[in-house]
């Protein structure tokens, strides 16, 4: 029998108020898994328990910045003691800065490592050594178009989604003899908060030519939705993929097999 239940497993999925994460989070909830998240604005966790709990799950939510270890170490522990080791974690809490790198600054740069590498890092390494004496876990990175591609503007981002692919293949490596997987989902262009700036239609009333110009790119012709990350998630977190470590699925259309459209 293909199992892929959830049922009795804890999953944290970081910065799962709302988009993605939620998608994820709800969709592991009605696999089974008791639901943990956290953000880092207390009105964010407020409106996040709020959505859960209309959509009749009861989620635990913690306040807490994925890029500072003591909070992260701290948050882990209280999870550990009110509701369970984590066997399930989802490192999905990022940012973007869409910035031409000559005008990017360091410090802007830093940033957006800060919370899209080194924030997978701190939390992978916080519940790993639960994962190690329990005999099992599962780490699954949220990656990106980016994991792959370049394109104007994001470099900071693309260099920590690539980044984080190569951080997914080491913790496999390191730890699948501990029965740990760890694999990544790489996400095509998801209509969420993160990508409304590109969605905007123009003043005229026009669609944004970004937006155009993905629906395009993307063999299935359309945005994804938060919903279309539910299934590969639920695989990946479940007994299913036992035997897949240190993949990342592309859950994307079809973008990554596409050379484009040949002109007319
Ligand atoms: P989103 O709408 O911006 O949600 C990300 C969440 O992470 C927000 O709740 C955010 O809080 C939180 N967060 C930011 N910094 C944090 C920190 N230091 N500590 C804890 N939480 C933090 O993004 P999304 O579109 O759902 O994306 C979720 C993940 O998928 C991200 O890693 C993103 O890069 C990735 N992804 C997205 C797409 C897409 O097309 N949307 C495609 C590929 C990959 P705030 O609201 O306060 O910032
Ligand atoms: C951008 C987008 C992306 C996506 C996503 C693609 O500006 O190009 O925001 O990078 O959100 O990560 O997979």
Known sequence: MIDFS??????????????????????????????VFNDIKPELVDKGLAAYAEKGIKAHGYVCDVTNEEQVNAMVAQIEKEVGVIDILVNNAGIIKRIPMHEMSAAEFRQVIDIDLNGPFIVSKAVIPSMMKKGHGKIINICSMMSELGRETVSAYAAAKGGLKMLTRNIASEYGEYNIQCNGIGPGYI????????????????????DAFIVAKTPAARWGTPEDLMGPAV????????????????????????????PK
């Open 6 to 35: 959830l049922k009795g497993k804890v999953a944290l999925i970081t910065g799962a108020s709302y988009g993605i994460g939620m998608a994820i989070a709800t969709a592991y909830s009605e696999a089974g898994a008791t639901i």
């Open 235 to 262: 695989f990946l977190a479940s007994e299913a993929s036992n035997f897949v470590n240190g993949h990342v699925l592309y859950v994307d259309g079809g973008i990554l097999a596409y050379i484009g459209k040949q």
């Open 191 to 210: 209509a969420t908060p993160q990508t409304a700036p590109l969605r905007e239609p123009q003043a005229d009333g026009s669609r944004h030519p970004f």
